[in-house]
């Protein structure tokens, strides 16, 4: 079991691949994929685990998620799921549809990439502080 599951479009790889890499250096273990699938596994079953297994869910928001059917799926998942959900807003885009319905009453973490702040420690602090309430 993992402590996050990030949750990403594939647009947005790179960012995601950051924000992965800097919440493991803080001992935080995550689960994205590509980064941890299985090859030969299926690929449903692989993210459908992951997602209800994890305490905390990292949607990493932008025009490109909000856009793909996908990155929709998996919340809705960890939303029936009970998973504690974290929006990562990386754009400035609106949010609607499905996403409004979920994620309206969130508290939502703001990248500031024009600073290059990513916001880690807040990030960080508040999957710490969720995954160990979900226990």
Known sequence: MSDVFICHSAEDTQIATSIYN?????????????????????????????????????????NSAAASTQVQNEMTLAANSGVTI???????????GSFQYYLSNRY?????LA?????IDELAGLINNARYNSK
């Open 86 to 96: 974290i929006p990562y807003l990386v754009e400035d885009c609106p949010v609607a």
């Open 115 to 119: 600073r290059n702040d990513l916001r």
């Open 22 to 62: 800097a919440l493991i250096q803080r001992g935080i273990n995550c689960w994205m994929a590509p980064n941890n699938t299985t090859p030969g596994t299926d690929w449903t079953s692989s993210v459908n685990s992951a997602i209800t297994s994890s305490p905390v869910f990292l949607l990493i928001y932008s």
């Open 108 to 112: 939502w973490v703001k990248a500031d």
